[in-house]
T-cell receptor, first 113, second 116 residues
Framework: GENVEQHPSTLSVQEGDSAVIKCTYS??????FPWYKQELGKRPQLIID?????GEKKDQRIAVTLNKTAKHFSLHITETQPEDSAVYFC????????????FGAGTRLFVKA | GAVVSQHPSRVICKSGTSVKIECRSL??????MFWYRQFPKQSLMLMAT?????????EQGVEKDKFLINHASLTLSTLTVTSAHPEDSSFYIC????????????FGPGTRLTVT
C-alpha cells in the first residue's frame, strides 16, 4: 500500500524566513497531494493541493512542488509569520476503486517572532 | 462552502457503554466520508471509509464490530464505538469528500472521547 514519509518532524524558523517541508510517497498511482495545517486542538485545514498533472502551484506565500519521477513533493512557506506556527501534514491520495488518503507523520513548525 | 460538522465535540463515557459520533456535511453532498483517529502529537490514522448506501471499508487492524459505521445519506455518517474501553480514548475526526471535486476532503472539528 501507499506510504508517505515527511521531514522534518520539527522545524523552527525566524519570522520572515522561509520554511520547507518535504514528503515522499511510494505508490506511483497516487494522483492528488493535499497539504493540511492543524492548530492545537483543531481540525486539519486544507491549505493547498496539487494534482499529478501539475508540477508547481502557488497561492500567495504558500507553494507546492511535485516531482512525479522522484515521487517527491514539497511545501514552501515564504515570509513566515508567527500565526503560521502549527502542525503541517502532507498526504497522498489514490483512487483504486475507492479513494484513500494516506497522511505523513506531520511537521511541527515554530515561527519565532 | 465545504463545511463539515461533528457532534459531540467532547464525550466522557464509562467502560462498557457505547458512544455515537455524528459527521455531517452541511453545504455539500459527500458520497464518501472517512473516519480517522488521532493520538496526541501524532498523525491521522485512517480507520475506515464510509460510502453512502454501502458497507464501510475498514483498515487493517480496525475491528468493524467495535467501530460501527453507518452512512445513511449523502450528508451524514455515524461512528459508534461499542463496549468502549479506556484504550479507545482518543480524538476521532471525520472528513467528507466533495462529490463535485474528486479527492478533496474537508474535516470535521473532531470528537474527544474519554472512557473512564
Amino acid at each position: 500500500g501507499e506510504n508517505v514519509e515527511q521531514h522534518p518532524s520539527t522545524l523552527s524558523v525566524q519570522e520572515g524566513d522561509s520554511a520547507v517541508i518535504k514528503c515522499t510517497y511510494s505508490d506511483s498511482a497516487s494522483n492528488y497531494f493535499p497539504w493540511y495545517k492543524q492548530e492545537l486542538g483543531k481540525r486539519p485545514q486544507l491549505i493547498i493541493d496539487i494534482r499529478s498533472n501539475v508540477g508547481e502551484k502557488k497561492d500567495q506565500r504558500i507553494a507546492v512542488t511535485l516531482n512525479k519521477t522522484a515521487k517527491h513533493f514539497s511545501l514552501h512557506i515564504t515570509e513566515t509569520q508567527p500565526e503560521d506556527s502549527a502542525v503541517y501534514f502532507c498526504a497522498a491520495s489514490i483512487n483504486t476503486g475507492g479513494f484513500k488518503t494516506i497522511f505523513g507523520a506531520g511537521t511541527r513548525l515554530f515561527v519565532k517572532a | 462552502g465545504a463545511v463539515v460538522s461533528q457532534h459531540p465535540s467532547r464525550v466522557i463515557c464509562k467502560s462498557g457503554t457505547s458512544v455515537k459520533i455524528e459527521c455531517r456535511s452541511l453545504d455539500f453532498q459527500a458520497t464518501t466520508m472517512f473516519w480517522y483517529r488521532q493520538f496526541p502529537k501524532q498523525s491521522l490514522m485512517l480507520m475506515a471509509t464510509s460510502n453512502e448506501g454501502s458497507k464501510a471499508t475498514y483498515e487493517q487492524g480496525v475491528e468493524k464490530d467495535k467501530f460501527l459505521i453507518n452512512h445513511a445519506s449523502l450528508t451524514l455518517s455515524t461512528l459508534t464505538v461499542t463496549s468502549a474501553h479506556p484504550e479507545d480514548s482518543s480524538f476521532y475526526i471525520c472528513s467528507a469528500m466533495r462529490r463535485d471535486r474528486s479527492n478533496e476532503q474537508y474535516f470535521g472539528p473532531g470528537t474527544r472521547l474519554t472512557v473512564t
